[in-house]
């Protein structure tokens, strides 16, 4: 608790040494090793950040934080393929894992794949509430040349959010 006081201050070597402290106290805390990855991440301190998250998973291999976690540090460092799997792995752990088919469907219309819109309409499936699935659901129509399906995305997204300002724009672009 107190690690995550510290963090919401900005005082990042407080809520370390604080979450050190906990792993101290208790190694085998999962919660305070995936906490300690995300702040590494936070750092870009990649070693430390797979470092926890290897720990994490050897405690508890059903653990689809660790694998978003270990996702996100590989898209950051570029690589695609890894960073696929390690989201994969988080969304078949947990197939209510919102942002992990978020990040699936982006880094597919990265790669152009049609696979992306699977994605985003899985993630909309789980949260329909939430304006940005719809959105880059909708890109990834607009990307594909899908105008009809990208329009009817938009218009759903401004039912849910009706200030979401990029819709109005590519809505107008197109």
């Keep these: 608790a107190l690690s995550e006081i510290y963090l919401s201050m900005g005082r990042i070597p407080n809520c370390l040494e604080a979450l050190k402290r906990a792993e101290e106290l208790d190694p085998a805390n999962n919660n305070a090793l995936l906490k300690l990855a995300e702040v590494h991440l936070i750092l870009k301190d990649y070693p430390n950040t797979f470092e926890y998250t290897k720990r994490a998973l050897e405690l508890d291999l059903n653990n689809p934080i660790a694998h978003f976690i270990r996702g996100y540090a ?3 460092l570029g690589d695609s393929s890894l960073a696929i799997n390690n989201f994969q792995a988080a969304a078949d752990q947990d197939q209510g894992y919102y942002a992990a088919y978020v990040e699936l ?5 990265a790669l152009k794949n049609p696979l992306a819109t699977d994605y985003f309409q899985r993630a909309i499936r789980i949260d329909s509430s939430r304006g940005e699935a719809y959105y880059l659901l909708g890109m990834a129509y607009q990307e594909q040349e899908n105008i009809p399906k990208s329009v009817e995305t938009y218009e759903k997204l401004l039912e849910v959010t009706p200030d979401f300002k990029e819709a109005h724009y590519n ?3 197109i």
Excluded: I
């Design 105 to 109: 469907g982006s880094l597919y219309a």
């Design 74 to 76: 590989y898209m950051e």
């Design 171 to 173: 809505l107008g672009y």
